[in-house]
């Protein structure tokens, strides 16, 4: 509450990089803080289309967490939902592993129906927010479709493909990022990270979620020149993912599970990696990719982990204290 | 029961012409006849989009009603129905009027992300029909786009604003229909049409459901040279409709709601029209219009009162007999 209460012209404004479910979870500890003016750019690169329909599921994952709608259990999807429009369409022979809830299926009519009337994508998304009663901006990292592909032993296949429909099994053998080559950054995108006294990348996957927004063109370069502090949180605990698949797909594309590798990829785009206390023994590994490392608990179940960790993460950001543990 | 252990090679083929409700009970009744293969042609000009899915109402209830989904409360719309998707539209802003529940969304998604890959109308109905396990054929009037126009005091609107929005209230001035002039039949129509034994107008609204089937370039011809037996059942008893706004429709446009504006509008097109007991004394006016009049109960309430119509529909069309009561 006191956070809330000290809300003021002393507002920072934060920046949060973010994919689905681990990028929400921050994001709702730093919109906890209350002193803060969030904006949160979102991974699109998991989009895909079901049954004619654009689903976007880490921005909604996003939208449904900053507006109280999530299924708290899941992490995802919405809270009171029912499969029925599902039911219909797999009676009528459509393939269904895509959990679509029914309303969740009223958002990607809706969006659907805005993109066939050539709207942008970004002021669907703003207008989705504000309908929904978001508690800070959700930005695109691009108004252009960028989807991730994964290759496995069974050929090419969507990012939702691999992550749902095969429930991350296959190991992955290489991934591309379709469309990136010729995306543009979202402006808003741009605009926020050129003003932001923080950026925060969120413990979200680096391959799938991190990556295919800072290797939109200029995503980098605004970052690595941005007047901002910035920190990320590690998305590794002891060699494992919190949440995901992504120490397997790390170690399977040739790098390590571990908190020097998740430094070294964001060496130039982040100051400081926040890492859990149980990984404090490898402070020098991140420290070697010219990162400072801070630990303290960066595991994320309730709300009160959330703000805790939030809390830290711009403390931490803020400061120019030697890198260390926090208590 | 012995309707349906008189299945056999002496199965009439008999064909239907039908709007949405009125011509789902008869439809039914029809089906329930057990000797009859029975081909509904189904009226698509009050298809309508909303929120960038395709919506075909009486195809819809034709749908439901013959696979046993219907609601049977409503006449419309499917049974154990939500409207959590809906709700999601509205909070978006969209205008909710037409109440599509969550699996009639999901109906409405699968057509239209079929009709968006180019898929032809009458293949996705079989499809729908098929996996639904509808128990007779529903065939569309045609493959293109009909829809009827309603002008009122407040100018023109479409059929299901006029329908569902405004609830029939305005007064009708005209009626028009878009892409009529231009529609072709649909070839398994006039297949059906061709190679009926029986051809029954349903009791629709002459104007809205049936109008459209037959104002469709060559339907009529087709039906006026068909070698079928030709029977309609009058949608008004006492002057008024059984269902709907027919009544006020034909009133206001310069038509009477009464059986003898029926029999002129089908005056060409039918042999004999089935009119109400109560309805008896106005045989002459059927007479006067060229069609022979036969009297009995047409109000269809219970599967008994559908059944037992559809009994008395193909032996008064397969009679020699004069006109008269059927008791």
Redesign the interface.
Known sequence: MSDSLSKSSTNRSVVLLAGGVGGAKMAEGLAGLGNVDLTVIGNVADDDEF???WVSPDIDTLTYSLSGRINRQQGWGVA???L??????K????ETWMTL???D???H??R??RL?KGHARQAIAD??SR??GACCRIVLSTEDVVQTRVKTEAGWMSFQEYFVREHCAPEVLELSYRGLDVAAPNPAALDAIANADVIVIAPSNPLVSIEPILSIAGMRTAIAGAKAARIAVCPFVNGKAIKGPADRMMVSLGFEATVGAVARRYAGIADTLLINTSDRAFCGDVKSAGLCAVACNIVMTSLEDKVALARTVLATALSSEACGVVP
Chains 1, 2 share one sequence.
């Open positions: 049954h004619g329909l009171d939902e029912a029925r429009g599902l039911s219909v369409l009676e009528l022979g459509e809830g029914d309303r299926l009223g958002l009519i809706y659907s129906s066939r207008d989705i309908a929904f």
